[in-house]
C-alpha cells in the first residue's frame, strides 16, 4: 500500500500553513475593498465546460485534465483552472440579472497533470477574480491594478508585470493568416508539437521553450501590431490608465498565454528570480466571448488567478517573511497532579472564554519538564496549579521570558490576566 501523498500533491501543514493564511487573508483584505464577493464552485464539472470553456486544442485539455467517468459514465473532470466554472456559474443562476458587474473571487485548489517540479504541482491552490460585464477599459486597470497590489502588499519588490492584447474575433483569424504565411517556409524547422500547432491553434507557438522555435517566433510579425483599431483604442486606454494608477509595466508583443477564451487586454505577472519555465505568479486576461458561447448573454468579462504555491516558493526564497506573525500561545496549564485536573478545565474555560490562546498539560510530569516544553512550544507564559490554588482560587502565572511571576484571583479579578498577559 501507497502510504504517501500521490505525485504532485503535498500536505500542507506547519510554516507552510502560516505562508497560506498570510496571502489569503492579505488578498482578501483587497477583494473586499474593490467589492468582490466570494463564490465556491465544484471541484469537479462536466467534462465539456473545459473542452469547450478553455479550448480543446489547448495544453490543458489535451494533455493536463484530470478526467473520469463517474458511476453512471457522465464524463467528470477535476477543475484545470477557475473561470469556466465561474462562467458556468454565473449562467447557471443568471447572476447578471440582479447585478452588472458581477465581481467574484475565489480561493480554490486546482488539478492539472503536468509533470512535477519546484513550483509546478499536479494540485496546486490559486485565488482569483472574475469581473462580468464591462467592457470599458477602465475595468481592466482595476483588474490588472488589483493583481498588482497582491504582491505589493505582501512584499515584492522586482517583479514584472507584462501585458498584450491579442485581439478580437474579427482581427485575430486576420493576424492568424498573416502569422502562418510567415512560417510557412520554416516549418520543417519548427519542432513537432509546433508543426501541429501550426495546423490546430498557431498561437500556442509562441508559448514553446525550445530555442530553435524561439528564435524563428523571434523575428515573426507580432498580433499587436496586427489589432484592429477598437482593440488599439482599448488597449491605449488600459495602458493610459496604468500610468495614472503608477503601475510600472511591460508591453510583451509574444504574451499569447495558453486558453482560447482570451479577447484583447492579457497580462502575466512574473518573477525572473524564479526558473523561467514557472516564473508567471499570476495572469489572466478579458474573455469577452465565453459567457456568450456558453449560451448566456454577451456579457465582455476579465478576470485573473494567483497561484498560491508558486507565491510561496518565490516568498520563502527572497525571505519575504516579516508578514508572517505567529501569535504566541499565551498560556500553557500545567497541573502538578491528576487530581487537579476539573478545577484545570475550570481554569482552561475561564481563559478560553476571555480569548485567551491556552492549553493544558494532559499527562503529569516534572515541572521543569513541562516549562521546557511550553517555552519550545511558543508559549509566553505557564500557570501551575497545585493544592494552594485549588484552595484559594490564586493563580500563579510565570512570564517565560524573564521568569517573573504574578498572582491572582480569577474567579474575584477575571479582568486581571489581560494585565498580566500585556
Ligand atoms: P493560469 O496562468 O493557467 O491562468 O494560472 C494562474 C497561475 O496559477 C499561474 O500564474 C501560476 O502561478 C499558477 N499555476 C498554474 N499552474 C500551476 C501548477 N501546475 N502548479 C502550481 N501553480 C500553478 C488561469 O488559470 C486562468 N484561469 C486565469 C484567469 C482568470 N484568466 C481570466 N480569469
Known amino acids: 500500500m501507497a502510504i504517501n501523498s500521490p505525485r504532485g500533491t503535498s500536505d500542507i501543514f506547519g510554516d507552510e500553513i502560516f505562508y497560506r493564511d498570510c496571502i489569503v487573508d492579505s488578498a482578501k483584505k483587497l477583494f473586499e475593498l474593490f467589492n468582490y464577493t466570494r463564490i465556491i464552485t465544484p471541484a469537479f464539472e462536466h467534462t465539456e465546460i473545459f473542452n469547450r470553456g478553455i479550448g480543446k486544442s489547448t495544453d490543458i485539455v489535451k494533455k493536463e485534465m484530470y478526467t473520469f467517468p463517474d458511476r453512471k459514465g457522465r464524463s467528470l473532470t477535476l477543475r484545470p483552472e477557475g473561470t469556466a466554472p465561474v462562467v458556468r456559474a454565473i449562467i447557471e443562476h443568471k447572476l447578471y440579472s440582479s447585478k452588472i458587474p458581477i465581481k467574484l473571487f475565489y480561493i480554490e485548489n486546482m488539478f492539472r497533470y503536468e509533470r512535477p517540479q519546484k513550483g509546478r504541482m499536479r494540485e496546486f491552490w490559486q485565488l482569483g477574480v472574475e469581473a462580468a460585464g464591462v467592457d470599458n477599459p477602465l475595468i481592466d486597470a482595476e483588474v490588472i491594478w488589483l493583481l498588482a497590489l497582491i504582491f505589493e502588499e505582501l512584499g515584492f519588490k522586482n517583479l514584472k508585470l507584462l501585458i498584450n492584447s491579442v485581439g478580437c474575433e474579427n482581427c485575430r483569424p486576420q493576424y492568424i493568416g498573416v502569422f502562418k504565411d510567415y512560417l510557412k517556409p520554416y516549418l520543417e524547422s519548427l519542432c513537432p508539437d509546433c508543426r501541429e500547432r501550426y495546423n490546430t491553434n498557431p498561437l500556442r507557438i509562441f508559448d514553446c521553450k525550445i530555442p530553435s522555435c524561439i528564435k524563428i517566433i523571434n523575428n515573426s510579425p507580432k498580433i499587436y501590431s496586427h489589432i484592429c483599431g477598437r482593440c488599439s483604442s482599448h488597449f491605449k486606454k488600459v495602458i493610459e490608465l496604468l500610468k495614472i494608477l503608477n503601475i510600472p509595466f511591460v508591453i510583451k508583443e509574444e504574451l499569447v498565454r495558453g486558453f482560447d477564451y482570451y479577447t484583447r487586454t492579457i497580462f502575466e505577472i512574473i518573477s525572473e528570480d524564479l526558473d523561467s519555465v514557472q516564473n508567471a505568479l499570476g495572469g489572466g486576461g478579458r474573455y469577452d466571448k465565453l459567457i456568450e458561447q456558453f449560451g448566456g448573454p454577451s456579457i465582455p468579462s476579465i478576470g485573473f488567478a494567483v497561484g498560491i504555491d508558486r507565491t510561496i516558493v518565490l516568498m520563502k526564497q527572497l525571505g519575504i517573511s516579516w508578514q508572517i506573525k505567529k501569535e504566541p500561545h499565551n498560556v500553557f496549564i500545567i497541573l502538578l497532579?491528576?487530581?487537579?485536573?476539573?478545577?484545570?478545565?475550570?481554569?482552561?474555560?475561564?481563559?478560553?472564554?476571555?480569548?485567551?490562546?491556552?492549553?493544558?498539560?494532559?499527562?503529569?510530569?516534572?515541572?521543569?519538564?513541562?516549562?521546557?516544553?511550553?517555552?519550545?512550544?511558543?508559549?509566553?507564559?505557564?500557570?501551575?496549579?497545585?493544592?494552594?490554588?485549588?484552595?484559594?482560587?490564586?493563580?500563579?502565572?510565570?512570564?517565560?521570558?524573564?521568569?517573573?511571576?504574578?498572582?491572582?484571583?480569577?474567579?474575584k479579578e477575571p479582568q486581571k490576566i489581560y494585565e498580566i498577559l500585556k
Open 337 to 411: 497532579e491528576e487530581r487537579f485536573e476539573n478545577y484545570g478545565l475550570e481554569f482552561l474555560n475561564y481563559l478560553r472564554r476571555s480569548s485567551i490562546k491556552c492549553d493544558i498539560s494532559f499527562e503529569i510530569k516534572k515541572i521543569s519538564t513541562q516549562i521546557k516544553w511550553a517555552e519550545k512550544n511558543g508559549f509566553s507564559h505557564a500557570a501551575i496549579i497545585g493544592e494552594d490554588e485549588l484552595k484559594s482560587d490564586n493563580i500563579t502565572v510565570k512570564n517565560l521570558a524573564d521568569f517573573k511571576q504574578s498572582q491572582f484571583n480569577w474567579k
